[in-house]
């Protein structure tokens, strides 16, 4: 059983940081591509920031020049950095995961339970 745990949320104040972080735990074969997407109550999902199993990062345009998505491989870990925080970033945070159980088998995409981000002016 895979799961995804985020961890490193909290309040902070617009200008300040945070890092969030997500951690893949269970038994598999391969993580390829490491995303996080936020959600605001009342809105849809959003893309944040990816990053491929060859380090290439995308960033959202909102993203852009303020956060930064790095992974550590050896510990299953996708971080996040949040810079120059805006009161518009607050939202729960989401990390995804595609995995694949065995060599053979298909990508399976896991979701981790979300963590807050509150960010007060």
């Known amino acids: 059983q895979v799961q995804l745990v985020e961890s490193g949320g909290g309040l902070v104040q617009a200008g300040g940081s945070l890092r969030l972080s997500c951690v893949a735990s269970?038994?598999?074969?391969?993580?390829?591509?490491m995303k996080w997407y936020r959600q605001v109550p009342g809105k849809q999902r959003e893309f944040v920031a990816s990053i491929a199993a060859d380090d290439m990062p995308t960033y959202s345009d909102s993203a852009k020049g303020r956060f930064s998505v790095y992974r550590d491989n050896p510990t299953n870990t996708v971080y996040l950095r949040l810079n120059s925080l805006k009161v518009e970033d607050t939202a729960v945070y989401y990390c995804s995961m595609g995995i694949k159980g065995r060599s053979w088998e298909a990508w399976n995409f896991y979701w981790g339970q979300g963590t807050q981000v509150t960010v007060s002016s």
């Open positions: 269970g038994s598999f074969f391969r993580i390829g591509d």
